[in-house]
């Protein structure tokens, strides 16, 4: 029988109730001494609930920040040694990373789909798409008014060029 008070000792409400079912006395002990029997458990602090949480939301943040989740630049920077090459999201097959610049465009520039830094100018409601690379002194009525499509690139004297893809 003294076993059977041992046991009654139990927080589990079903070998409580159990128990209280096989015998009276061991039900009665029960009743009398309020700490042998069913107790509600103990509730967590709130900061102890929080912490979990806070820590899951934090490493998916950091996880989807190091993967480009919100990022929304045409271009991405490619460590390479102890220097980034700016490659545009959307290239042609076969432009490797040694083709790409090493500096980011500025605000009136983009990356063409070949890795050239292109910048567009304004003149008499034209628009003018000039190569990083354009040779001095031309005239900007030179430069193409479209901008380069896929396996196309301006060369420095400004005419459009097919490249060959793949």
Same mark, same amino acid.
């Not at 070998?15 to 001494?33: C, E, G, H, V, Y």
């Not at 430069?143 to 196309?152: K, L, N, R, V, Y």
């Given at each position: ?52 949480? &806070? ?5 998916? &943040? ?15 920077? &490619? ?16 432009? @490797? ?20 830094? &292109? ?5 008499? @409601? ?24 896929? @396996? ?15």
């Amino acid at each position: 029988m003294a076993l059977l008070v041992n046991l009654g000792t139990t927080r589990n409400p079903i070998r409580a109730k159990w128990l209280k079912s096989l015998d009276p006395k061991i039900s009665n002990t029960m009743n009398q001494n309020p700490s042998i029997g069913l107790q509600p458990p103990t509730k967590k602090p709130l900061i102890k609930r929080l912490i979990p949480i &806070i820590l899951v939301l934090f490493v998916l &943040i950091a996880f989807g920040r190091a993967m480009g989740c919100w990022d929304n630049s045409a271009y991405s920077a &490619i460590n390479h040694g102890n220097h980034k090459h700016y490659m545009p999201n959307e290239r042609d097959e076969g432009i @490797g990373m040694g083709n790409c610049p090493t500096r980011p465009p500025a605000a009136d520039e983009f990356l063409s789909r070949q890795c050239q830094i &292109i910048r567009q100018v304004t003149q008499n @409601g034209k628009t003018y798409y000039i190569p990083d690379d354009a040779q001095e002194g031309l005239p900007i009525t030179t430069f193409p008014t479209q901008a380069p499509g896929p @396996g196309e690139r301006i060369s420095p004297q400004g005419e459009m060029i097919k490249v060959a893809v793949g």
